[in-house]
């Protein structure tokens, strides 16, 4: 079961994902995961794995319909429209990180798309945030002017979005991105006014992305059939019963995407 040709970019990462929440009541949790980089340009090679379907059930799975706007609209065209939008350099690789599904099940807190323009260089990074209500939001954030093809930079956008029942709106993200190599890292932390809320990362080391691999990985990694969603489920459960009280949901933004300001290098 080898990787078929033209996969060159795409690849596998399997690792660690974990929260930490400060305040007002601790709370911790690390899960075993692995996620894909999918290079989008290379979703018709993804066809020649057996286990893996593009938008079809087989046992792993990408379906681009379970993101952006949900339409048959190709994911790229979508993404390199909010860049032209934006005014930000585009006709590169866009790679997305994410969460295969598995048995046709999928739930991606986040996905994350890497984004550049013809030179090669990265010009932004997309987060697409998805809540357990069914909603979606991205923010868009522009790489640094002199990042070139650094490896390490940290990006910063205020919250828009409802997430956790657990948090306050009124809140920032800050990001730290060690972008997809031989390993890859997206690390948040999520601030209010005081200080510090929560930390959550995911680091991962790559594989390449085989029928072999796949199966290896889902073997290694139960849990993950039982799906992201009732983990969080399970892991609010655990909140609540700590005594932290539920926030109201306001309605989503009006708009699906938010502009952020430039990223930095990180230090």
């Excluded at 399997?14 to 009541?25: D, E, F, I, K, S």
């Excluded at 379906?63 to 993404?79: C, F, I, N, T, Y």
């Excluded at 926030?247 to 290098?265: C, W």
């Amino acid at each position: 079961m080898t990787t078929p040709a033209g996969l060159e970019a795409s690849g596998l990462y399997v690792g660690l994902v974990g929260h930490a929440r400060t305040r007002p009541r601790r709370h911790r949790l690390a899960y075993r995961i692995f996620m894909l980089l999918i290079d989008l340009d290379e979703l018709p090679g993804l066809r020649a794995l057996k286990t893996f379907g593009v938008g079809r059930p087989a046992l792993f799975g990408f379906d681009p319909a379970r993101h952006g706007d949900g339409s048959d609209r190709p994911l790229k065209a979508q993404v390199e429209g909010h860049l032209a939008a934006a005014g930000l350099a585009y006709g590169g690789p866009i790679r997305v990180l994410a969460m295969p599904q598995i048995l046709g099940r999928a739930f991606n807190p986040l996905t994350v798309y890497f984004c550049h323009g013809a030179d090669g260089d990265l010009s932004a990074v997309l987060y697409e945030v998805n809540n357990t209500f069914g909603e979606r939001h991205s923010y868009l954030i522009p790489a640094p002017k002199d990042a070139g093809r650094a490896a390490m930079f940290r990006q910063a956008c205020a919250k828009e979005f409802y997430v956790s029942p657990f948090m306050d709106m009124d809140l920032s993200y800050a990001f730290r991105i060690l972008r997809p190599d031989e390993r890859v890292m997206v690390a948040v932390e999520v601030s209010d006014a005081d200080g510090l809320l929560l930390s959550a990362s995911f680091a991962g080391q790559r594989r390449a992305l085989s029928d072999r691999a796949l199966l290896k990985a889902w073997i290694s990694h139960p849990w993950m059939t039982l799906g992201v969603l009732a983990a969080i489920q399970v892991e609010a459960l655990k909140i609540w019963l700590k005594g932290e009280k539920i926030r109201r949901r306001p309605p989503p933004p009006p708009q699906a995407l938010t502009v952020a300001p430039q990223a930095k290098l990180a230090a």
